[in-house]
């Protein structure tokens, strides 16, 4: 069982940065791979970015590409979503999630709560 704990959210403007972490109780939490979704009100839940094990490897969403990125520290089981030029269209729950298999799709085992995340014109 891997809980995961997402902070960091909030209500910035558009153009202003932030930073989402992801807390992971897992012992093996080097195993997983990692990623973000997010969901927007009335919207299905939508991938944003995945990374490997290592941290070697990492997938963006192309909404998404060239403003946020992944990372994550494996000795602080913590991965992390920098995200910068935020959007109003950005504005939603974004989720946490890991699995042994890397995927771009909803299909990972584990979720966390999810962090809300406004970003207002």
């Known amino acids: 069982q891997v809980q995961l704990v997402e902070s960091g959210g909030g209500l910035v403007q558009a153009g202003d940065s932030l930073r989402l972490s992801c807390a992971a109780s897992?012992?093996?939490?080097?195993?997983?791979?990692m990623a973000w979704f997010r969901q927007a009100p009335g919207k299905e839940r939508e991938f944003v970015a995945a990374?490997?094990?290592?941290?070697?490897?990492?997938y963006y969403a192309d909404s998404v590409k060239g403003r946020f990125t992944i990372s994550r520290e494996n000795a602080k089981s913590t991965v992390y979503l920098q995200m910068n030029s935020l959007k109003p269209e950005d504005t939603a729950v974004y989720y946490c999630?890991?699995?042994?298999?890397?995927?771009?799709?909803?299909?990972?085992?584990?979720w966390g709560q999810g962090t809300q995340v406004t970003v207002s014109s």
């Open positions: 897992a012992r093996t939490f080097r195993s997983y791979a």
């Open positions: 999630a890991a699995d042994l298999n890397l995927s771009t799709r909803a299909t990972y085992v584990y």
């Open positions: 990374i490997n094990w290592s941290g070697g490897s990492s």
